[in-house]
């Protein structure tokens, strides 16, 4: 039992200030103004001082970090992200593995999640099936050519409904005969356009499977166009216009990922309620080139090349603000709410609500952890 009291609580409608909280069996059973409801003897005691309380961070896209790989060591790296807030991750493939790692990394993952990696909910596949134009590692992607089913059943078979989201680029042949097996596996799955060139038509035909997710929205994404100088509508044009897709965001601390006007841009077309903030961050080491030396926070591919971050979900959050001046709150349902909705999670995670899991995060006013309660426990 926990008990946390005079804090900025972070709430859907807003903060309640001098805000106090109280946590039984991983669950949220009180909120209310400290002082004015009683707290059982046996609770232990957090003084906030004035510190925001938040849901816990759900960064539904994530590769790696500190050092390691999800598909490799979860276990590290589920550890390292609770560290940073992130009570709720998606672990990410790419399109550089082969079917043999992603089935024996299916497997690592699962069995992780069942002892001490209680923050994994799942995968989020990030490919095999995307256009390898568009990306890093295109040298590296192993899923080229035809898309066949003794391919993929295998993989789609064992990550079972533990996938919450597949990830494809809808211009792919057969794209539609993969995303039928998927559904037929698991009719909770939701698709992501990712790394694709597709129009407007070519989603929209994908459109009845539930797309409705962008993946990393106006980065690593094509734009078609008749010709030279004539711009065409691509992913980033079909998720600004369509009212239900929610678009990921690397807001990483130059804003190399997105430029701070195009952030500010999406912000404005979604709104706030359809912005997914992620990490995308890999374990990569590669030395930073000259051009990036001042980024810290970004990742490289084998040859180079932008190919995600090091970021985790308090330092985007930071940059989300610096960025775009948004709000604390807003940048919380950003970080939190509307992941876990996308995911849909949202009735166990994502908001400080009664009823819902004690996964909370204590920060100031830049982001900076002070605590992270996961699942009722500091
Ligand atoms: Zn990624």
């Not at 896209?61 to 390292?80: I, S, T």
């Not at 989603?203 to 539930?210: E, F, M, Q, S």
């Not at 509307?338 to 204590?362: Q, R, S, Y």
Request: negative net charge.
């Amino acid at each position: 039992m926990i008990y946390i009291e005079n804090a900025n609580i972070v709430t859907e409608n807003g903060i309640l200030k001098n805000g106090a909280l109280l946590a039984e069996n991983e669950i949220i059973t009180k909120i209310g103004k400290t002082g004015t409801f009683e707290v059982p003897e046996n609770a232990k005691k957090i003084d906030a001082n004035g510190l925001y309380l938040g849901p816990g961070f759900v960064d539904i896209h994530v590769h790696g970090g500190g050092g390691y790989n999800f598909f490799d060591n979860p276990e590290k790296v589920a550890q390292h992200f609770l560290k940073h807030g992130e009570t709720t991750v998606l672990a990410t493939s790419y399109t550089t593995y082969t079917k043999a790692e992603y089935l024996a990394a299916i497997e690592k993952i699962k069995q992780a999640m069942k002892t001490n990696s209680k923050n994994i909910a799942g995968f989020y596949m990030e490919g095999p099936y995307l256009n390898p134009k568009y990306g890093a590692e295109p040298k590296m992607n192993k899923w080229r050519g035809e898309i066949k089913r003794e391919d993929y059943a295998e993989i789609v078979d064992s990550a079972g409904a533990l996938t919450k989201v597949w990830a494809v680029a809808p211009e792919r042949e057969n794209v539609l005969e993969f995303m039928e097996y998927v559904k037929s596996k698991n009719p909770n799955a939701v698709f992501a356009v990712a790394h694709s060139e597709a129009t407007p038509d070519e989603i929209d035909r994908i459109k009845k499977y539930g797309v409705k997710i962008q993946t990393h929205c106006m980065n690593a994404t094509g734009r078609v166009g008749e010709s030279k100088g004539i711009r065409g509508a691509g992913p980033d044009e079909y998720c600004l216009f369509n009212d239900d897709m929610y678009a990921e965001l690397i807001s990483d601390s130059l804003a190399i990922h997105v430029p701070a006007y195009l952030q500010k841009l999406i912000l404005k077309v979604k709104g706030i309620d359809k912005i997914l903030l992620i990490t995308d961050s890999f374990a990569t080491e590669t030395e930073m080139s000259e051009k990036y030396a001042k980024a810290k926070d970004l990742s490289f591919d084998s040859e180079g090349n932008l190919s995600g971050s090091r970021l985790t979900m308090d330092i985007v959050c930071r940059n989300f603000v610096k960025h775009t001046n948004s709000s604390i709150c807003d940048t919380f349902l950003a970080a939190s709410t509307n992941p876990a909705k996308a995911i849909c999670m949202d009735e166990e995670i994502g908001t400080v609500e009664v009823g819902k899991k004690a996964n909370l995060v204590l920060v100031d006013n830049e982001f900076n952890i002070e605590k992270v309660i996961f699942e009722g426990r500091q």
